[in-house]
């Protein structure tokens, strides 16, 4: 399967999971091909069958300043078809944990793509590497077998 994974990364920790992500889809057989949100176009999602976003939470629930221009192009975008999902790290000391994936999630089914699962929250406050790491290969083992019984 042909899969694009868009990140937002501060700390690292959001790299880390899209990079975890990838090497366990990439086990699987999928073509993946692993962007920056710097470096994406929402456009060129259309031509994946996969998409996958990961983005880490502002403050008490917004966006990041670096995922605002990519999600107000991916509000433009048409993803009918394609399978989604999203994942991202939070702070469980704030009201509103990670809900940068919530959003995200909204948009993507608001433009036609069909999330395979829910969406990855781990807790960047609370959980070390090896824990986030665990969390994001089971997650990709996850979208493995979702998306077989999606199609």
């Not at 990519?70 to 509000?75: D, I, P, R």
Request: one cysteine or more.
């Amino acid at each position: 399967m042909k899969t694009i994974i868009v990140y937002a990364s501060m700390t690292g920790t959001t790299e880390l999971m899209a990079q975890t992500i990838m090497e366990e889809l990439t086990k699987a057989g999928d073509r993946v091909v692993l962007r920056d949100v710097f470096d994406a176009y929402a456009e060129e999602l259309e031509t994946f069958e996969s998409v996958l976003i990961g983005s880490y939470t502002w403050g008490d629930g917004d966006l990041s300043d670096e995922i605002l221009a990519f999600h107000e192009e991916l509000s433009e975008i048409d993803l009918t078809g394609k399978l989604g999902a999203v994942f991202g790290p939070g702070d469980s000391t704030y009201e509103h944990f990670a809900r940068a994936v919530d959003r995200l999630e909204e948009t993507l089914e608001n433009q036609g793509c069909n999330l395979v699962t829910k969406g990855l929250k781990v807790d960047s406050f609370y959980e070390d590497e090896e824990e986030i790491q665990m969390k994001c290969r089971l997650f990709a083992e996850k979208l493995i077998s979702e998306r077989v019984v999606t199609i």
